[in-house]
T-cell receptor, first 110, second 116 residues
Framework: DAKTTQPNSMESNEEEPVHLPCNHSTISGTDYIHWYRQLPSQGPEYVIHGLTSNVNNRMASLAIAEDRKSSTLILHRATLRDAAVYYCILSYYNTDKLIFGTGTRLQVFP | GEEVAQTPKHLVRGEGQKAKLYCAPIKGHSYVFWYQQVLKNEFKFLISFQNENVFDETGMPKERFSAKCLPNSPCSLEIQATKLEDSAVYFC??????????????FGPGTRLTVL
């Protein structure tokens, strides 16, 4: 299974942009890149996903490197409610199963 | 329903006892996934269903774990003869039919299984 690597933790101040990096050097051509986040005592929550092109939605932006071996989740203005563990995940084209990394714990300070 | 429902919220079993977990996917979603989260951050895919058919079972420990999704019933994940290492939070997720690999999965709140 293709794996992702992320920093264990990151910090941000409220209202500032946050860039969460992810490496996935063994990604195959048909794997999608997903980001989910998990708040304490909750199930993972979808944030964004993409295949090759950069993506934007109301929650975040996803920047995908040209060679697809890395990606960055961008939260444009962090809020206290964005404090969570963020998982960079690859999903298999044929089965949709999500292969989770170990996640980045994001702390947001007022 | 509009959310994935999982029952029970907590389950405590003695080693060797059976455990059965339930999941009601979002109405209209045809895919159901089971994941196991051990030690806070480690997720493991177990099995997925397309309607009542097994879609991918590559993550299932074959000896003691089984799962079903029958029409008009919640999906279930059963562990026969639980072991200490089965202690984890078990998440169910569902998704709509559509582009393979690119579907959003909606997760339930999880069932915390504690094996003593």
């Amino acid at each position: 299974d293709a794996k992702t690597t992320q920093p264990n933790s990151m910090e941000s101040n409220e209202e500032e942009p946050v860039h969460l990096p992810c490496n996935h050097s063994t990604i195959s051509g048909t794997d999608y890149i997903h980001w989910y986040r998990q708040l304490p005592s909750q199930g993972p929550e979808y944030v964004i996903h993409g295949l090759t092109s950069n993506v934007n939605n109301r929650m975040a932006s996803l920047a995908i490197a040209e060679d697809r071996k890395s990606s960055t989740l961008i939260l444009h203005r962090a809020t206290l409610r964005d404090a969570a563990v963020y998982y960079c995940i690859l999903s298999y084209y044929n089965t949709d199963k999500l292969i989770f990394g170990t996640g980045t714990r994001l702390q947001v300070f007022p | 329903g509009e959310e994935v429902a999982q029952t029970p919220k907590h389950l405590v079993r003695g080693e060797g006892q059976k455990a059965k977990l339930y999941c009601a996917p979002i109405k209209g979603h045809s895919y159901v996934f089971w994941y196991q989260q051990v030690l806070k951050n480690e997720f493991k895919f177990l099995i997925s269903f397309q309607n009542e058919n097994v879609f991918d079972e590559t993550g299932m420990p074959k000896e003691r774990f089984s799962a079903k999704c029958l029409p008009n019933s919640p999906c279930s994940l059963e562990i026969q003869a639980t072991k200490l290492e089965d202690s984890a939070v078990y998440f169910c997720a569902s998704s709509e039919p559509g582009t393979s690999g690119g579907n959003e999965q909606f997760f339930g709140p999880g069932t915390r299984l504690t094996v003593l």
